[in-house]
T-cell receptor, first 112, second 114 residues
Framework: NAGVTQTPKFRILKIGQSMTLQCTQD?????MYWYRQDPGMGLKLIYY???????DKGEVPNGYNVSRSTTEDFPLRLELAAPSQTSVYFC???????????FGPGTRLTVT | AQTVTQSQPEMSVQEAETVTLSCTYD???????LFWYKQPPSRQMILVIR??????QNATENRFSVNFQKAAKSFSLKISDSQLGDTAMYFC???????????FGEGTQLTVNP
């Protein structure tokens, strides 16, 4: 199994550009999450989903949007990128029965 | 809101020695889970160990063990026989059984010296 995959691995955006970070899991997990990790810091929850068609805001949702049209995919959309969104973004998933989250390898995003 | 505090931003240990990383949390819940994740320089988040609050027995995974003190809301990680590959950032995380989310601490950077 591939687990949780994220694309791209790296990206440089100019201020005001938009992009979508892709996340896919092949474990049939209901729950999926997006986090950001700023340098030297812990993980902050951006958005999460408890199943297809259901999403909810985390601690730091401003400037981001998500959708969950399938169980497998949970893309994160950045509109009008700002330097404050320079960070490493992690996607994670878990099953209904287990509380441990499985993480993707991360996407390093730089906005200049 | 739940909070997770890791009071040691950085720690170091000599290879083959034992080190303990601290974590405290704040919650009014009675049922919850606690985790330690490891993040090596590769950035991959790796689950090290988990503890269910309803279990009195401390979890162990090979060289990794926890000291779970529910009344004190403390969840420390002990690494025995430290290895160079243990060098990483370690995050403590808390999750309610009634909720969907994990709350992470700010992390402890552990360096194992040869």
């Amino acid at each position: 199994n591939a687990g949780v995959t994220q694309t791209p691995k790296f990206r440089i955006l100019k201020i005001g550009q938009s992009m979508t970070l892709q996340c896919t899991q092949d474990m049939n997990h209901n729950y999926m999450y997006w986090y950001r990790q700023d340098p030297g810091m812990g993980l902050k929850l951006i958005y999460y989903s408890v199943g297809a068609g259901i999403t909810d805001k985390g601690e730091v949702p401003n400037g981001y949007n998500v959708s969950r049209s399938t169980t497998e995919d949970f893309p994160l959309r950045l509109e009008l990128a700002a330097p404050s969104q320079t960070s490493v973004y992690f996607c994670a998933s878990r099953s209904q029965d287990s509380y441990e989250q499985y993480f993707g390898p991360g996407t390093r995003l730089t906005v200049t | 809101a739940q909070t997770v505090t890791q009071s040691q931003p950085e720690m170091s240990v000599q290879e083959a020695e034992t080190v303990t990383l601290s974590c405290t949390y704040d919650t009014s819940e009675n049922n919850y889970y606690l985790f330690w994740y490891k993040q090596p320089p590769s950035r991959q988040m790796i689950l090290v160990i988990r503890q269910e609050a309803y279990k009195q027995q401390n979890a162990t995974e090979n060289r990794f063990s926890v000291n779970f003190q529910k009344a004190a809301k403390s969840f420390s990680l002990k690494i025995s026989d430290s290895q160079l590959g243990d060098t990483a950032m370690y995050f403590c995380a808390f999750g309610e059984t009634s909720g969907s989310r994990l709350t992470f601490g700010e992390g402890t950077q552990l360096t194992v010296n040869p």
